[in-house]
């Protein structure tokens, strides 16, 4: 199996691969095991998504990023509209898991790829030559 490399015309953009799910090598729908978690490779080609170091830190600035949004738009409706609170709860939950779990899989999906395609790997620290 050959290595088409980053960049190549079937690699997609950073910003599909996270909404489709896609292989950053050759594009295939094979991305993603369940809603936000990695496979382990891709069935089509065999890049191994396990060698790259996405992390949590999506997690936590669009937890951060989208209660805030949610947080604003329900203290909004409250003083607009005093719905009771059971409203509050069947609007907001959903609303809340679906914009973190939606955009953590796009921002998993984008880091992933700009990984591939800038060939990122862990940072080290060489000793100076002297």
């Not at 489709?20 to 496979?39: W, Y």
């Amino acid at each position: 199996m050959t290595d088409s490399g980053p960049g190549t015309p079937s690699a997609p953009a950073p910003v599909e691969a996270g909404l489709k799910g896609l292989c950053p090598r050759c594009g295939a729908r094979t991305l993603f095991a369940g809603v936000v978690r990695f496979a382990p490779k891709c069935r089509a080609c065999g890049l191994d998504f396990e060698r790259f170091n996405v992390g949590d830190g999506p997690a936590a600035f669009l937890t951060l990023g989208i209660g805030a949004i949610i947080t604003i738009l329900a203290v909004w409706v409250e003083l607009a509209f005093e719905p009771p609170i059971w409203v509050h709860i069947i609007l907001w939950v959903p609303l809340t898991l679906a914009g973190v779990l939606g955009a953590l899989r796009l921002a998993k999906g984008m880091l992933i790829t700009l990984e591939y395609r800038n060939a990122a790997r862990e940072g080290r620290i060489t000793p100076p030559s002297e």
